[in-house]
């Protein structure tokens, strides 16, 4: 079997498979439930509207984190796609801190009331040490509320070296019914995997991604998150999770106060194994 190109890449996961090359080395053969479970694909190559979505499939620019209105299109100064320079094609860059905030409808998570689980995937480039501004720095992050209220984000720490992080946060008064302050939170007991000094550097794109299963369990059974760099597993979360979104509000937030590149977001609706990681990694590797 030959190389798998990027002509390839969205075909290969719905199905298009006149376009198919796959790599010799592949760790799954059998592709079909991973084509099968892609929920949404936004490569941003010629644009920043999703190539596949099962829901809304534009970008949109809001004034703030807020997001009382929005504005169909990417309207940031300071983002730009960058033609033949992503991990395939083009890439998303973001150059500087702004208010102004780029987000996909968060219907393209697939959330479920009962038993919900999904995998997060990205490729980001950036020397975080160096690249970035002060304060945390948000690639990623998902909620209808806020940062620590029914959340998903990987961020940057604001201590250097940058620690690299996930968090699942379940809704605010599940998590934390007493409402101590965060401070005041061990940093073993908080709802995060942490990454100190990351693999992540300006000269190369580094893998993100993660996997959820169990979340809003009726039985109150802990759910399960994974966290992944570079087809590695970085830690895992296990503790009941509760999520309440409203998806008129819930959104798919990019670049908070991000300064680096971005590219090939997918979103699956199911929680992939470790294999086929490695293997999303694996190909989007191959030249």
């Known amino acids: 079997m030959s190389l798998f190109r990027l002509c390839g890449i969205v075909g290969f996961l719905i199905g298009s498979w006149s376009a198919i090359a796959i790599a010799q080395e592949s760790p799954v053969e059998d592709t079909t439930a991973l084509k099968s479970s892609l929920y949404f694909h936004a490569p941003f190559d010629g644009g920043t509207d999703a190539k596949m979505a099962r829901h809304d499939r534009a970008l949109y620019t809001a ?10 299109g990417q309207h ?35 959330f479920r009331s009962t038993d919900w689980q999904g995998t997060v995937s990205l490729w980001l480039r950036l020397t975080p040490d160096e690249d970035l501004k002060d304060g945390y720095s948000d690639p990623l992050q998902i909620t209808d509320k806020a940062w620590n209220d029914g959340s998903f984000f990987i961020d940057f720490d604001i201590d250097s070296p940058r620690t690299f992080r996930l968090g699942v946060f379940s809704e605010y008064r599940y998590w934390n019914p007493k409402d101590v302050k965060w401070e005041d939170w061990p940093v073993a007991d908080r709802p995060m995997i942490h990454v100190p000094r990351p693999p992540l550097q300006r000269d190369r794109w580094t893998h993100v ?27 895992t979360m296990e503790r009941p999770l509760k999520f309440a979104w409203d998806l008129e509000r819930t959104a798919i937030m990019l670049g ?24 999303l990694q694996t190909f989007f590797n191959e030249d």
């Open 63 to 72: 004034p703030n984190l807020q997001r009382e209105t929005a504005e169909v």
């Open 256 to 279: 908070l106060d991000y300064v680096g590149d971005l590219d090939e977001l997918m979103i699956f609706d199911r929680a992939l194994t470790e294999a086929e990681i490695r293997q």
């Open 76 to 110: 940031r100064a300071d983002v730009e796609i960058v033609a033949g320079d992503g991990r395939h094609g083009d890439a998303l860059r973001f150059r500087g801190k702004d208010k102004q905030v780029l987000f996909y409808r968060g219907a393209n998570m697939n």
């Open 209 to 235: 991604a993660w996997t959820f299963q169990g979340i809003n369990s009726v039985d109150e059974k802990p759910a399960t998150c994974k966290f992944f760099v570079d087809g590695k597993l970085q830690g």
